[in-house]
């Protein structure tokens, strides 16, 4: 399974990936391999982190379409959506991309990422809020590892409120998933 | 037992270099070796090793070649338009016999170039980037585990050979993360020192093993150290026997060891029709494609250079005996493959795959031409033809 999340330097789009990754390969009991895609700019930029799960040892270590893929800037929607496998999932932060819509048979989820973690007080936070809300939806990591990933990758004095950062957003992909549901039922 | 670590390919570098007995490292750090330098910076202190920054890249190598002969484990970290700067100490060191390790992480080129993005534009470079004749040890990591493996190698045969190693990383190697658990013993060799009397030590005397001892600085023992060609004790020389001696000596000692340094991996080679040729992150790429190919009935084999420099010569002009086609993939616009070309005279054919558009070659774009070159299994196997076979053999 592959995996990208996207968006701009200094949003902790690589330690999305990182957090993900070992949460994946060291408690989950998959392989990951991570890479990255920055520009020669510090901050700002556009910035990327792939994720490739597997059973077995992963050769190759870039992604062509990936299945998830989570975005954080309008500039990233518009360069790495078009890629999204057809069946996909897109996991966009509302306030950040705008006209973000699905295409084919992708599913597309949003939260105000950015929004509750300035809500918890610091909008450092808000790609824990986004990785929250990307284990709920897409369920390929367990809650409880990437709760044991957290320590080592994000400063301790900080645990708590990333670890509350990522609750919210969890529990606001519970909900939106229940939503869905219920609107499909609808539908039928 | 170790446990298993999620690990970054230059910090994996890092921890080979502490491991191997880094306890100097002098460097400007450059995009994509930069982390090597931070967690050295924050590592070494702690285990009474220096660390400097220094003021650039010809510095850096300066500092290291100075620590070595002061009887540190030194090593620098750098990336192309570093490892430019770098050359002249290089050949310095080449030259007088000091020991250390010099880690190119390699980024698309010539000049600034792509600082993010992955190349393998400086092969040529690592073996002839300094002048004059020598002979150079260039070692080639392809995951994470092998940065840290390669690393401590790297260390250990400078150490015995008495000469600067070069570990080539490339972009994606270095900054890519995966699982890896480090060995919980290695083997760490430190070089010889010298124990006769101080008015009797040449540093650079007539060894069995090729090798004279180094001893550090500060020692007891005195001796000359020069760049112009020398003699057995130092001295600059014009004396035709001496500088050939001189010039034997830093090739030999590499030409001669050729089987402990060569490091490859070989895949399936045996039926292969087809071969790949691949190093660094292109091998990734080449053994899945090499394994796909067999899936589907396709005999396709691999080489896998762990150590570029010196090039296994004798293991692909004898692989060429059975198999008729060689691939070589990589991303610069085809450096290994004169090599190849030069070696594997009786085969059919020798492919390039090139790629030096920042991006890497897909285990499917290999997979293409060995399927365009290779017979399934179930197809009569075409035997190379038995004269020509004769006619190349020595």
């Known amino acids: ?188 | 037992m170790a446990k298993p670590r999620l690990l970054q390919g230059n910090r994996a570098i890092a921890l080979g270099a502490l491991d191997a007995g880094c306890d100097f490292f002098a460097g400007y750090p450059i995009t994509p070796s930069t982390e090597i330098a931070e967690i050295l910076a924050a590592e070494l202190p702690k285990r009474d090793g220096r660390f400097i920054q220094m003021e650039d890249e010809i510095a850096s190598l300066g500092a290291v070649i100075g620590a070595s002969i002061a009887g540190s484990k030194a090593m620098t970290a750098t990336s192309g338009p570093g490892f430019s700067l770098m050359q002249e100490n290089l050949g310095y060191a080449y030259m007088t016999e000091i020991p250390c390790v010099l880690v190119n992480v390699m980024r698309g080129g010539p000049s600034t170039g792509l600082p993010t993005l992955p190349a393998q534009g400086d092969v040529m470079q690592a073996r002839w980037g300094t002048h004059g004749d020598h002979q150079a040890i260039v070692l080639c990591p392809s995951g994470v585990l092998e940065c840290y493996e390669i690393t401590v190698r790297a260390f250990n045969l400078s150490e015995k050979y008495r000469m600067p190693v070069i570990v080539l990383a490339d972009e994606v190697v270095a900054h890519m993360r995966e699982v890896v658990t480090l060995p919980d013993e290695i083997e760490v060799f430190d070089r010889e020192v010298p124990d006769v009397p101080y008015e009797w030590y040449k540093p650079y005397d007539e060894d069995p093993s090729g090798v004279a001892p180094l001893a550090a600085f500060g020692t007891g023992y005195r001796f000359h150290i020069t760049g112009l060609t020398h003699d057995r004790k130092g001295f600059s020389t014009a004396k035709p026997e001496e500088i050939e001696e001189c010039i034997r000596r830093i090739t030999d000692k590499v030409e001669k060891h050729r089987r402990d340094i060569i490091e490859v991996e070989r895949y399936y080679l045996k039926d292969a029709d087809v071969a790949v040729i691949a190093y660094g992150i292109t091998a990734r790429s080449a053994l899945a494609a090499v394994r796909q190919a067999r899936d589907e009935g396709y005999r396709a084999g691999m080489v896998k250079l762990k150590t570029i420099w010196p090039f296994p010569d004798k293991l692909l002009s004898k692989a060429a005996e059975k198999t008729p086609v060689f691939v070589v993939p990589e991303l610069n616009t085809g450096q290994v493959v004169l090599r190849v070309a030069r070696l594997v005279l009786c085969a059919d054919e020798v492919v390039p795959i090139n790629r030096f558009d920042g991006q890497l070659i897909t285990p499917e774009a290999i997979l293409d031409v060995i399927k365009g070159h290779a017979k399934k299994r179930r197809a009569p196997r075409k035997k190379p033809g038995k004269a020509k076979k004769k006619a190349t053999k020595k």
């Not at chain 1, 949003?11 to 408690?27: D, E, M, R, V, Y």
């Not at chain 1, 991570?34 to 050769?59: F, K």
């Open chain 1, 1 to 188: 399974m592959d995996i990208r999340f996207s968006g701009f330097g200094g949003q902790g789009i690589i330690k999305c990936g990182l957090i993900t990754g070992k949460a994946l390969s060291l408690f989950d009991g998959k392989n990951a391999t991570l890479t990255q895609s920055i520009g020669p700019e510090a901050r700002g930029s556009a910035c990327s982190s792939q994720l490739v799960i597997s059973s077995d040892r992963v050769l190759y270590p870039y992604i062509v379409a990936p299945e998830v893929l989570v975005c954080m800037s309008q500039e990233s929607y518009e360069r790495y959506e078009p890629d999204l496998r057809d069946g996909g999932l897109l996991l966009v932060d509302e306030d950040l991309v705008r006209n973000a819509k699905p295409r084919g048979k992708t599913k597309m989820y949003s939260i105000p990422a950015t929004r509750i973690a300035e809500e918890l007080g610091n909008k450092i936070v808000m790609n824990l809020v986004m990785l929250g809300f990307f284990t709920a939806i897409t369920e390929v990591v367990s809650t409880g590892a990437m709760k044991k990933a957290l320590p080592g990758l994000v400063p301790s004095r900080s645990l708590e409120l990333n670890e509350e950062a990522f609750d919210r957003g969890y529990e606001f992909g519970r909900e939106a998933l229940a939503g869905s549901e219920k609107s499909e039922e609808a539908l039928v």
